[in-house]
């Protein structure tokens, strides 16, 4: 079946330093990309989402890209802090229906 | 204004016991998904409703599974009689309005079920 999946299950990096989690979908019939932190004990918080019309879209401190043409998507952390660290999904969806989730990247921040 | 909230927020019983669980959505939300992540595994969809309606309940493993959403605003979902692979963590989230595009599904913190 098409599901959305990610590359590393782990990432450690240096606070202050710049993180990019790497996440591959194939439902093309997907319109709707989002990305989700959860931390321990809690649920999935919303991050940032972007339309499959868009490529690039920026919050604060994330960017999350998108790749139609490759069917890739990725979340980048800009100065990345202690407070960070989580687990990273990223889903799929389409108008008004479930969503898809990846198995998830745990994203370890050191100081 | 008040997020996804969900009760309780851990159930410990045992194999062939029932469980209920309640999700209240954000207030005016009409799209109420639930979802179970099974430990080290991706979060899963379960069941959608749009007010009181099924919308969609393909993911609903068996008919061990009931939900409901009596009224459009708090649903439960049972587990009759549980089994041990019930075990995980149950997500509730809601949107604001059906078939719209850019339609943000907020989560609640979960129930961790453990079945023994």
């Known amino acids: 079946g098409e599901s959305v999946g990610l590359h590393l299950p782990t990432l450690s990096v240096q606070e202050g330093d710049n993180s990019i989690i790497n996440c591959a979908y194939s439902?093309?019939?997907?319109?709707?990309f989002i990305w989700y932190k959860q931390e321990s004990g809690k649920g999935p918080q919303f991050i940032i989402d972007i339309r499959s019309n868009m490529d690039k879209r920026q919050g604060q401190r994330v960017t999350v890209l998108l790749n139609k043409t490759v069917k890739h998507l990725s979340l980048q952390i800009a100065a990345t802090q202690p407070g960070d660290s989580a687990v990273y999904f990223c889903?799929?969806?389409?108008?008004?229906?479930?969503?898809?989730f990846g198995k998830g990247t745990t994203l370890s921040v050191s100081s | 204004e008040a997020g996804v909230t969900q009760f309780p927020s851990h159930s410990v019983i045992e194999k062939g016991q029932t469980v209920t669980l309640r999700c209240d959505p954000i207030s005016g939300h009409d799209n109420l998904y639930w979802y179970r992540r099974v430990m080290g595994k991706e979060i899963k969809f379960l069941l959608h409703f749009v007010k009181e309606s099924k919308q969609d309940e393909s993911g609903m493993p068996n008919n061990r599974f009931l939900a409901e959403r009596t009224g459009g605003t708090y649903s439960t979902l049972k587990v009759q009689p549980a089994e041990l692979e019930d075990s995980g963590v149950y997500f509730c989230?809601?949107?604001?309005?059906?078939?719209?595009?850019?339609?943000?599904?907020?989560f609640g913190p979960g129930t961790r079920l453990t079945v023994l």
């Open positions: 889903a799929e969806g389409q108008a008004g229906t479930a969503l898809i």
């Open positions: 989230a809601s949107s604001l309005l059906a078939g719209t595009v850019t339609d943000t599904q907020y």
């Open positions: 439902n093309s019939a997907s319109d709707y």
